[in-house]
């Protein structure tokens, strides 16, 4: 836990095969105090650190700790000849360590003859007789690739094209700007071709399978299982390249074996668990403050066992001005008293209170009466089974010397299997997302609260029992000056059979206490909306009343495609329930015939309704749907793709009743392929170093993680391929930028629109078909990859400090490089 560096990726220098760099992660507070120093054949060297302002690294880091921020290559001059190379970086201050690198001179000449080949697609096109080859190779000067296939050279036409996002990740010249290449080679009908590249004595070589399929699902499921195999290729390469060989013989025995599947919360449990050096820092550390933490504890007749690791988890913590308060409702005959008085005798009446209630007060009350004892400066709550990690109150401390302006701070979580002691179920939660938590309480453990903020707020209300908590989280938050998350689990509760851990289910009597305290809480925001029960007991659905029936501009731009558009429109006409609309759609560069005299119907059966403006520009996304808005008369603007049909009815309306609200100024639908898996849940920022749909790929009925993909929530960004906004809104912040010409431009404008202050609202209750690639195609030749990667580099030029920052609404111990809402590794 606390690593001051991640090790991600040792390569040598494109240019310079005696030049060793490897690249690591970390943070400019950790990196100011680290000491660095190298030895070569046992002779010393100097390591010059270098970083690199280029990339937002926070994708590449899968072990990275979540305040990292930023790339640093360590580069260590080498001899022609090495026998071994040792690494040893040191830091003195918290949290100190030593990170001791050491590679073999086999692992040295692997690296020194290593080109990568990394590819993009592979497409047989049936009509040409061709197959497309596209994808980038590291190199520093030009390449020689070759393409066989069943050992026979293939003949081959070849453009190389520019990849400036991956030009970026190396140092300034290293390399060959036209690293992309696109291959075209005549079909014979294999299934499968090899790639072999040379450049400057090293090789490198590939092989992939060729995608035979034309349907869209089919195309999809190939595509998806070539990136898989292309993604443990290159996983493969950078193992043996950082560990060698054996150990990635080692490590793939144990994965075909099976022998090496473990719980992923078990992994990452033992990663941050401190050994006994890290907990005597802590507890060595002086805050500037002294804070004092009340830990409230209601007890009812508890397992004495459980209890008791609950009381010693609290006195284990390496920050040590806590205070104990117990209030007990268990009632004669329990022995709670008895399990109390040793603490209360070693450690005092001052810091473990105790009082035993006359009668079980119910669990608020219970609560209440444990908080009137409590006199430290903030206050968490606890039950009586669960326990808290031994740096609990140490990460307060950390987090409250960043933000002394902090007055409710919040934890991630997980759960302790009570037969095993194993660890399940971690919960990396959203930074405070208030429509994820009317949808859910999310926020639950470990919660910690200002008293000056509990005093405000007052106690618990037992009308309530069952979502007590959720209540006064609600209360809590709207009352709030500043809300913190700490992305570290922090709190552990016990599963067993009576425990609300386990399942929600086992107090029914929750569900109806939680649709009343939302209810509470929209009545004193002044919002209008009716709660119901949700998906799952704990979740619960609010459809906003829409207060008025405004305009919509739906913006459609279309070329060609005349079965999609009018696919689009009859849904919007016969499936949508929200008739004030009008379309407006944009006509690009159409070719054929059809599909003028089809917008000759479409005029005549929507009459006024139907308005075709006719773009004559070069495809620019951004600059049609400008173009379009100029015609726009609705309040709010629909951006919608020809390629979609309305699936539920009341889409535009809950999307209008959420975007009505002052605070919002985007709201995004739940997108399906026509296989009902789901295409489009949201966007997360920073997924593979940019943006990426969230839950791609997973059925429409299945819930996602800890049901992120079924919640209304805020998030970043959503797709335009159905996005609401108010006009106003798009107005006011120069609509669409339209440097970016085809991707990244809905992205670019959810974040200008939530640096101007506006919510993003993700809303699957909006729901809709979306045939993506039907209109433009995957970004799979030469120079749709050239386009796209310069891009890339636009976007993260413009949103840099916002991409290292991370996004606020994804949790940075969750994969930003492989499947997102899975935990790093």
Not at 55 to 60: A, D, G, K, S
């Amino acid at each position: 836990m606390d690593k001051f560096i991640f090790i991600y990726k040792k390569r040598i220098d494109l240019r310079d095969s005696n030049r060793l760099i490897i690249q690591t992660g970390s943070c400019r507070d950790y990196m100011k105090d680290v000491k660095a120093v190298s030895y070569v054949n046992g002779i010393e060297t100097e390591v010059e650190i270098v970083e690199n302002p280029h990339t937002p690294l926070l994708f590449v880091y899968k072990n990275a700790e979540p305040e990292f921020d930023g790339e640093y290559n360590l580069c260590i001059n080498l001899p022609e000849k090495v026998k071994n190379v040792k690494i040893i970086l040191t830091k003195d201050t918290y949290p100190s360590g030593i990170e001791e690198i050491n590679i073999s001179s086999a692992q040295i000449e692997y690296l020194r003859n290593l080109i990568e080949i990394n590819l993009i697609g592979v497409q047989a096109d049936e009509r040409t007789k061709t197959i497309k080859i596209t994808g980038w190779a590291e190199s520093a000067g030009e390449l020689k690739l070759s393409v066989y296939a069943e050992k026979k050279e293939l003949e081959y036409k070849a453009d190389y094209f520019t990849r400036a996002d991956m030009v970026s990740r190396y140092f300034e010249g290293e390399l060959n700007r036209n690293c992309g290449f696109e291959l075209t080679v005549e079909d014979t009908d294999v299934r499968s071709i090899r790639i072999t590249s040379e450049s400057g004595g090293r090789r490198g070589s590939i092989g992939v399978v060729v995608n035979r399929d034309s349907s869209g699902q089919q195309r999809r499921s190939v595509r998806l299982a070539e990136d898989k195999r292309n993604d443990y290729i290159t996983r493969a390469r950078n193992y043996i390249a950082m560990y060698g060989m054996k150990r990635f013989i080692v490590k793939a025995v144990g994965k075909l074996t099976g022998k090496s599947i473990k719980d992923p919360t078990n992994i990452y449990f033992n990663k941050i668990n401190p050994n006994e050096a890290r907990l005597k820092e802590q507890r060595d550390y002086k805050f500037a403050s002294n804070y004092k933490f009340s830990i409230l504890i209601p007890v009812y007749r508890p397992d004495v066992k459980f209890f008791t690791l609950m009381l010693d988890s609290i006195v284990a913590q390496t920050y040590d001005n806590w205070q104990i308060c117990l209030a007990d409702g268990s009632g004669d005959g329990y022995t709670v008293e008895n399990v109390v008085k040793p603490y209360v005798e070693k450690y005092g009446e001052d810091k473990v209170k105790y009082i035993k209630l006359e009668n079980n007060l119910g669990i608020a009350e219970n609560t209440n009466a444990a908080m009137s004892m409590a006199d430290g400066d903030f206050i968490v709550f606890g039950d009586h089974d669960d326990e808290l990690h031994p740096t609990a109150l140490f990460e307060c401390m950390r987090e409250l010397e960043r933000y002394p302006q902090a007055d409710f701070i919040y934890s991630d979580e997980d759960k302790i299997i009570e037969a095993t002691g194993h660890h399940t179920e971690a919960h990396f939660k959203s930074d405070l997302n208030m429509e994820l938590l009317r949808s859910n309480n999310y926020i639950c453990h470990l919660s910690v609260v200002k008293k000056s903020l509990a005093d405000k707020v007052g106690g618990l209300y037992t009308q309530f029992n069952g979502s007590q908590d959720h209540d006064y989280v609600l209360r809590c938050v709207e009352k709030a000056e500043c809300v913190r998350h700490i992305p570290r689990i922090l709190y552990h509760w016990r599963i067993n059979d009576n425990s609300t851990a386990k399942s929600a289910s086992t107090k029914t009597y929750a569900n109806t206490a939680g649709v009343n305290a939302v209810s509470a809480h929209l009545k004193r925001m002044g919002i209008d909306g009716e709660v119901k029960n949700g998906v799952a007991p704990g979740f619960y659905d609010i459809r906003y009343k829409l207060t008025e029936k405004p305009l919509v501009s739906v913006i459609i731009p279309n070329k060609d495609h005349l079965d999609d558009l009018t696919r689009c429109l009859e849904s919007m006409e016969n499936v949508n329930n929200y008739h004030n609309v009008e379309y407006i759609v944009v006509e690009n560069n159409s070719v054929l015939e059809d599909t003028f005299e089809g917008y000759k119907e479409l005029e005549k059966k929507y009459g006024d309704k139907f308005k075709l403006v006719k773009w004559d520009g070069i495809f620019n996304y951004s600059a049609i749907n400008n173009f379009g808005a100029r015609y726009a008369k609705g309040e709010y603007i629909l951006l919608l793709n020809n390629d979609t049909s309305v699936i539920e009815p009341d889409s535009l309306r809950c999307m209008l009743a959420q975007c009505q609200r002052a605070e919002v100024g985007i709201v995004g639908a739940k997108l399906l392929y026509d296989d009902d898996t789901v295409q489009h849940a949201g966007v997360i920022i920073g997924y593979q170093g940019v943006a990426g749909h969230a839950f791609t790929g997973i059925g429409d009925d299945v819930y996602g993680y800890f049901a992120r993909a079924v919640l209304s929530q805020e998030l970043s960004a959503v797709t335009a391929a159905c996005l609401l906004t108010k006009r106003s809104v798009f107005d006011e912040v120069g609509g669409l930028d339209e440097s970016f010409e085809v991707a990244f431009n809905d992205i670019d404008y959810c974040m200008k629109v939530r640096a101007a202050g506006y919510k993003i609202i993700y809303d699957p209750h909006a729901k809709l078909h979306h045939y993506e690639y039907k209109s433009r195609g995957a970004e799979d030749t030469g120079k749709k990859q050239e386009r796209f990667g310069g891009e890339i580099m636009h976007f993260i030029d413009k949103w840099r400090a916002a991409l290292i920052a991370g996004d606020m609404y994804y949790n940075p111990n969750l994969e930003l490089v492989g499947e997102l809402y899975t935990i790093k590794k």
